[in-house]
């Protein structure tokens, strides 16, 4: 249990073009999604906190215009990265918060989505 | 932002030694929580320990969870090739956000 996915797991795009990353939670529904970036070397970042049917929280420095979240159904959260510059391209991870009957109440997290702008 | 302090950043062992590393925060937290990344992959959750001074394990992996709530240390028994990659601790907040470790590259010597 307590499987997240995303995709596309990678990504090329030109410069000032839209990119769209889903993160699904499999086998459970998740009220509450994070999306991180990480850069080479580094721990993850907090961009922003997703409640189902509610705005996004972003972290400070994090531009909401930007980095659009939409967290439509408990199941499917999406992050679209607007008019992407090569200073964009990182690695970007979601999680959703599991609390399942055996399972830790905690984020689980999706394989992650490398994104490439050219 | 706000991060523990993990150690170390990175350790080169032979295959079949122990492998200690540690966090320590000036914050107290109710859960800690250890994760494992591999290249190119998202954390996966190894050990979640939420009581002061609990000890779990997960196969040859053991965690404990400080007295003071403000530490926590994982043990891998036996390493195998298979462990090599970056662990993380992590201190989850009431709101499920979580506070990172810069993380500890595991590197084993064949």
């Known amino acids: 249990g307590a499987v997240v996915s995303q995709h596309p797991s990678r990504v090329i795009c030109k410069s000032g073009t839209s990119v769209k990353i889903e993160c699904r939670s499999l086998?459970?529904?998740?009220?509450?999604m994070f999306w991180y970036r990480q850069f080479p070397k580094q721990s993850l970042m907090l961009m922003a906190t997703?409640?189902?049917?509610?705005?996004?929280?972003?972290e400070q420095g994090v531009e909401k215009d930007k980095f659009l979240i939409n967290h439509a159904s408990l199941t499917l959260s999406t992050l679209t990265v607007t008019s992407a510059h090569p200073e964009d391209s990182s690695f970007y991870i979601c999680?959703?918060?599991?609390?399942?009957?055996?399972?830790?109440?905690?984020?689980?997290f999706g394989p992650g989505t490398r994104l490439t702008v050219l | 932002g706000q991060q523990l302090n993990q150690s170390p950043q990175s350790m080169f062992i032979q295959e079949g030694e122990d492998v200690s590393m540690n966090c320590t925060s000036s914050?107290?937290?109710?859960?800690w929580l250890w994760y494992k990344q591999d290249p190119g992959e998202g954390p996966v959750l190894l050990i979640a320990?939420?009581?002061a001074g609990e000890l779990t394990s997960n196969g040859r992996l053991t965690a404990q969870f400080g007295i003071t709530r403000k530490d926590s240390f994982l043990n891998i028994s036996a390493s195998i090739p298979s462990d090599v990659g970056i662990y993380f601790c992590?201190?989850?907040?009431?709101?499920?956000?979580?506070?990172w470790g810069a993380g500890t590259k595991l590197i084993i010597k064949p």
């Open positions: 914050s107290i937290f109710n859960t």
């Open positions: 086998d459970f529904q998740a009220t509450t």
């Open positions: 992590a201190g989850q907040l009431g709101n499920y956000q979580l506070i």
């Open positions: 997703s409640n189902e049917g509610s705005k996004a929280t972003y």
């Open positions: 320990l939420y009581k």
């Open positions: 999680s959703a918060r599991a609390a399942l009957a055996g399972s830790t109440d905690t984020q689980y």
